[in-house]
């Protein structure tokens, strides 16, 4: 059922045994900000020493929902579950979550050092104690050099270590991540993606991570919860997220989709038959979630990569294939994209993994090309 | 290179002229006028017109008449327990009122500072909006209020607290100083607390409660610390001016009150001894500059 995502996460599936209780439970959680719903009816649950992405765009209700857990906000109904206990009514500052801050809000009038210490002493930790613990965290985040400078004296990347070491000083049960890794170049960014999956395993905490970038959500987590106007879209593993979107939104907000819209004209066994009458062609497909049933206006959903591309025409009686012409050719290093316009002119995308150093290419602009996928790459989603 | 060298000199002239406005600013209104009342300082009074001697005609002058300079008038502000316990009520006076000033002003720029995005104009406008008035008829309406016939007695008589008989004494004491002092200098106290407190970021406060800072504390801890800035500032722009200030013990102070800024005024005005008033303007200028050197290092830092 589970794809293998990486090697130490394979046995990792704490959500499939039902015997685990969960460790954060948000139960039919709604937030109001006057007549706006952040979040509407949600309930979630997330397991210990999870890795958990919330996963949307600006306004879905995903950083609404972290910061009610941690306590910055209250639920106008439902209530949020930590180990089984209720979190109503506790402020933040009693909450044993520690929260990594998008804008990394580092105390401008403390050092490294003291901005890491910061939280221990409001626990009241003994100064000993304090400072072996402020040096373990500098050497997690590799910062040891910095321990006496002040934030406005780091770089942006040096400032989102701090921050990190921060919230991860207190041991909390939860490390809530807000966007962590925006504010980063890209080669930076997915350096730290690494580095904090490889904390996470080390010190073996709970992370929920909330960020709009599906490539940050899919590397760094076990599960992902796509979110949309406040509920849930899906939630599953990386692979089930974007091998098997639940619906068009979800397939669409994850990784980049080809849609070729239809109406269903048979359904056998959960493979449905999708009439595209706009590209006067017949596709065969796996019907996704929900009554795909005849009759239905439903779409036919493939990622690029699994369109594969050739001049040839395939063997007559092959099912599943559509004809164009390259319209436009993107050549972006490793891969190329090729736009092709069928004949109703609705443009479908392949990408073609650029395994040799071509110069030339076999394909090119205005070249008539043959489209064909394997019988099970796509799945048909209702509207 | 000579073409390259014109087009190098011009933004360089244009630059340093720009420099120069403000120096030459202080130059003609500050130093100059204060190089005169110096040279007063070391006059001696005499009955003419103007009232003191040497007078320098011309640079020959200045070098002939180099020995009726003297610092006699110094050493006589030693001499007099008056100016020195003037200048010490003044500053003592100053430092209360500082202090209060920051007590109540702190509160009002808080409360300021936090007040909806759309309020907060109104309320700058608020605390400016006195100036609208005349400084010196605000002071006169606290006469007004506090005098023993005056408004509070009224209302505290209309309240029963006060018997029909009975008044407040409040004009013309030191308590009247310190009343009319926090309300004329407030805007200039509220004003750079509010720019401070303003600026603070607030994702600060939830991050400090976020690691297990009540509120309470990390008012301490955070805000505080970070808005000092804006209490130096206030403080300074509070305290400096008030040292020198006139017209609210003249005003509301009576005998009573002992101030540097009446002192001077006596000696210029009922004495006519323009040499030893200039010197206590000099003095009081050299207790103000320690200061405010360390206030524009304060400045510099933040």
């Given at each position: 059922?589970?794809?293998?995502?990486?090697?130490?996460?394979r046995?990792?599936a704490?959500?499939?045994?039902?015997?685990?209780?969960?460790?954060?439970?948000?139960?039919?959680?709604?937030?109001?900000?006057?007549?706006?719903?952040?979040v509407?009816?949600?309930?979630?649950?997330?397991?210990?020493?999870?890795?958990?992405?919330?996963?949307?765009?600006?306004?879905?209700?995903?950083?609404?929902?972290?910061r009610?857990?941690?306590?910055?906000?209250?639920p106008t109904?439902?209530?949020?579950?930590?180990?089984?206990?209720?979190?109503?009514?506790?402020?933040?500052?009693?909450?044993?979550?520690?929260?990594?801050?998008?804008s990394?809000?580092?105390?401008?009038h403390?050092?490294?050092?003291?901005?890491?210490?910061?939280?221990l002493?409001?626990?009241?930790?003994d100064?000993?104690?304090?400072?072996?613990r402020?040096?373990?965290?500098?050497?997690?985040?590799?910062?040891?050099k910095?321990?006496?400078?002040?934030?406005h004296?780091?770089?942006?990347?040096?400032?989102?270590?701090?921050?990190?070491?921060?919230?991860?000083a207190k041991?909390p049960?939860?490390?809530?991540?807000?966007?962590?890794?925006?504010a980063?170049?890209?080669?930076?960014?997915?350096?730290?993606?690494?580095?904090?999956?490889?904390?996470?395993?080390?010190?073996?905490?709970?992370?929920?991570?909330?960020?709009?970038?599906?490539?940050e959500?899919?590397?760094?987590?076990d599960?992902?919860?796509?979110?949309?106007?406040?509920?849930?879209a899906?939630?599953?593993?990386?692979?089930?997220?974007?091998?098997?979107?639940?619906?068009?939104?979800?397939a669409?907000?994850?990784?980049?989709?080809?849609?070729?819209?239809?109406?269903?004209?048979a359904?056998e066994?959960?493979?449905?038959?999708?009439?595209?009458?706009?590209?006067?062609?017949?596709?065969?497909?796996?019907?996704?979630p929900?009554?795909?049933?005849?009759?239905?206006?439903?779409?036919f959903?493939?990622?690029?990569?699994?369109?594969?591309?050739?001049?040839?025409?395939?063997?007559?009686?092959?099912?599943?294939?559509?004809?164009?012409?390259v319209?436009?050719?993107?050549?972006?290093?490793?891969?190329?994209?090729?736009?092709?316009?069928l004949?109703?002119?609705?443009?479908?995308?392949?990408?073609?993994?650029n395994?040799?150093?071509?110069?030339?290419?076999?394909?090119?602009w205005?070249?008539?090309?043959?489209?064909?996928?394997?019988?099970?790459?796509?799945v048909?989603?209702?509207? | 290179?000579?073409?390259?060298?014109?087009?190098?000199?011009?933004?360089?002239?244009?630059?340093?002229?720009?420099?120069?406005?403000?120096?030459?600013?202080?130059?003609?209104?500050?130093?100059?006028?204060?190089?005169?009342?110096?040279?007063?300082?070391?006059?001696?009074?005499?009955?003419?017109?103007?009232?003191y001697?040497?007078?320098?005609?011309?640079?020959?002058?200045?070098?002939?008449?180099?020995?009726?300079?003297t610092?006699?008038?110094?050493?006589?502000?030693?001499?007099?327990?008056?100016?020195?316990?003037?200048?010490?009520?003044?500053?003592?006076?100053?430092?209360v009122?500082?202090?209060?000033l920051?007590?109540?002003?702190?509160?009002?720029?808080?409360?300021?500072?936090?007040?909806?995005?759309?309020?907060?104009?109104?309320?700058?406008?608020?605390?400016i909006l006195?100036?609208?008035?005349?400084?010196l008829?605000?002071?006169?309406?606290?006469?007004?209020?506090?005098k023993p016939e005056?408004?509070?007695?009224?209302?505290?008589?209309?309240?029963?607290?006060?018997?029909?008989?009975?008044?407040?004494h409040?004009?013309?004491?030191?308590t009247?100083?310190?009343?009319?002092?926090?309300?004329?200098?407030?805007?200039?106290?509220?004003?750079?607390?509010?720019?401070?407190?303003?600026?603070?970021?607030?994702?600060?406060?939830?991050?400090?409660?976020?690691?297990?800072?009540?509120?309470?504390?990390?008012?301490?801890?955070?805000?505080?610390?970070?808005?000092l800035?804006?209490?130096?500032?206030?403080?300074f722009?509070?305290?400096?001016?008030?040292?020198?200030?006139?017209v609210?013990?003249?005003?509301?102070g009576?005998?009573?009150?002992?101030?540097?800024?009446k002192?001077?005024?006596?000696?210029?005005?009922?004495?006519?001894d323009?040499p030893?008033?200039?010197?206590?303007?000099?003095?009081?200028?050299?207790?103000?500059v320690?200061?405010?050197?360390?206030?524009?290092?304060?400045?510099?830092?933040?």
């Amino acid at each position: 059922m589970i794809e293998a995502v990486g090697p130490i996460k394979r046995k990792f599936a704490p959500w499939d045994d039902p015997t685990l209780k969960p460790f954060i439970r948000f139960e039919n959680v709604t937030k109001r900000f006057g007549d706006f719903t952040a979040v509407d009816n949600l309930t979630l649950d997330i397991y210990e020493r999870e890795f958990f992405a919330l996963l949307g765009p600006s306004g879905c209700g995903k950083t609404t929902l972290m910061r009610m857990l941690a306590g910055f906000e209250q639920p106008t109904e439902g209530r949020i579950l930590l180990d089984g206990k209720d979190l109503s009514g506790i402020p933040p500052y009693k909450r044993p979550v520690n929260m990594m801050f998008q804008s990394y809000a580092l105390f401008p009038h403390m050092t490294v050092e003291g901005n890491i210490a910061f939280g221990l002493k409001q626990e009241g930790m003994d100064t000993s104690n304090i400072n072996t613990r402020v040096a373990e965290m500098l050497e997690l985040v590799k910062l040891e050099k910095f321990a006496k400078r002040k934030p406005h004296q780091l770089s942006g990347g040096q400032r989102q270590r701090v921050a990190l070491a921060r919230s991860l000083a207190k041991r909390p049960k939860v490390l809530l991540l807000d966007e962590p890794l925006g504010a980063l170049d890209k080669k930076l960014r997915e350096e730290t993606q690494f580095e904090l999956m490889d904390i996470q395993m080390e010190l073996g905490m709970t992370f929920l991570i909330v960020t709009h970038d599906q490539e940050e959500a899919m590397t760094v987590s076990d599960r992902i919860a796509v979110m949309n106007h406040g509920v849930i879209a899906q939630i599953g593993t990386a692979s089930q997220i974007y091998e098997q979107p639940a619906s068009r939104y979800v397939a669409d907000f994850v990784g980049d989709i080809n849609l070729i819209d239809g109406t269903v004209s048979a359904v056998e066994g959960g493979v449905a038959t999708l009439h595209c009458a706009g590209v006067d062609a017949t596709i065969v497909a796996e019907a996704g979630p929900g009554e795909v049933a005849v009759g239905a206006e439903a779409g036919f959903a493939i990622r690029p990569e699994k369109v594969q591309i050739s001049l040839e025409a395939p063997p007559a009686g092959t099912p599943n294939v559509l004809s164009g012409e390259v319209w436009d050719i993107g050549y972006l290093g490793d891969i190329s994209v090729y736009r092709v316009r069928l004949a109703g002119g609705s443009i479908v995308k392949a990408t073609v993994a650029n395994l040799t150093r071509i110069v030339e290419r076999p394909i090119t602009w205005e070249d008539k090309v043959y489209l064909t996928w394997p019988a099970d790459a796509g799945v048909i989603l209702l509207k | 290179m000579a073409e390259r060298g014109t087009q190098e000199v011009r933004p360089f002239l244009a630059k340093w002229a720009l420099v120069a406005v403000p120096y030459l600013w202080s130059l003609l209104f500050f130093l100059a006028p204060f190089l005169i009342i110096f040279k007063i300082s070391l006059s001696q009074t005499a009955i003419a017109m103007p009232p003191y001697l040497p007078v320098i005609g011309s640079l020959g002058d200045l070098w002939t008449k180099l020995s009726d300079f003297t610092f006699d008038n110094y050493i006589f502000l030693t001499e007099d327990p008056l100016y020195y316990s003037a200048y010490l009520s003044s500053l003592r006076i100053a430092f209360v009122s500082t202090v209060l000033l920051l007590i109540v002003g702190y509160p009002i720029a808080y409360g300021m500072a936090r007040a909806p995005k759309s309020l907060r104009n109104a309320l700058v406008m608020a605390v400016i909006l006195p100036f609208w008035t005349s400084f010196l008829i605000r002071v006169y309406a606290w006469i007004g209020i506090l005098k023993p016939e005056g408004l509070i007695t009224i209302a505290l008589q209309a309240l029963g607290i006060l018997g029909p008989g009975e008044q407040i004494h409040v004009y013309n004491t030191e308590t009247a100083v310190f009343i009319g002092i926090v309300y004329s200098y407030l805007p200039f106290m509220v004003l750079p607390l509010y720019a401070a407190l303003e600026k603070l970021d607030a994702t600060l406060l939830e991050a400090a409660a976020d690691l297990g800072c009540p509120p309470t504390k990390s008012f301490w801890v955070i805000t505080f610390p970070l808005s000092l800035p804006g209490v130096v500032a206030g403080c300074f722009l509070c305290f400096i001016p008030i040292v020198g200030e006139f017209v609210i013990p003249d005003l509301l102070g009576g005998s009573e009150t002992l101030m540097i800024g009446k002192t001077l005024w006596a000696e210029f005005f009922n004495n006519r001894d323009w040499p030893v008033s200039s010197a206590v303007a000099v003095v009081l200028l050299i207790i103000l500059v320690v200061p405010i050197v360390i206030f524009q290092n304060q400045q510099k830092k933040a």
